[in-house]
């Protein structure tokens, strides 16, 4: 584990909230200067604390107004359909997150449709003729709220 302090925390939760700030801009924020803020962020990059910066685009905006988690119990299990059904699942462009889980459910799929005579055509077309789909069980997103975690 590497060891973080709190200056290191305080940035990890800036660059959480917009990973686009400058260290320059963060340096200020923190009492540090630019070079001594890019050390410890490339520090906690190089530690894998850090694993990359991501664009979050809104879906909504984009024209897909509705998210769906799905639960996907698999119809046979075994090595070769987990194989087949994430070869196959990850090809979908409406599916956004694939998660293996362990429970109730094989799977946990994050899905964006335009509307939902959309999703049901994406589940109908494309979800449910996936090797070895079973069971399914659709939640339907109403708001969500992004938190940093522990840190």
Known sequence: MTQI??????????????ASQSASALGRRFGLSQ???WRRIRRLEEAGVIAGRRLHLNAESLGFGVTV???????TKGRVSLDDFERAVVAIPEV?????????????????????????RVLRRRIMTL??????????????ERLPGPL
């Open 96 to 120: 956004q997150t694939v998660e293996h889980v362990l429970g109730l459910y094989d799977y946990r799929l994050r899905v964006v449709a335009r509307d939902l005579p959309d999703f049901e």
């Open 131 to 144: 090797p070895g789909a079973g069971e399914v069980e659709a939640n339907v997103l109403l708001s969500e």
């Open 69 to 75: 988690f799905l639960g996907v119990k698999l119809a």
């Open 5 to 18: 302090d709190d200056i290191d925390r305080g940035l990890i939760r800036a660059l959480v909230k917009d």
């Open 35 to 37: 070079p001594a803020t």
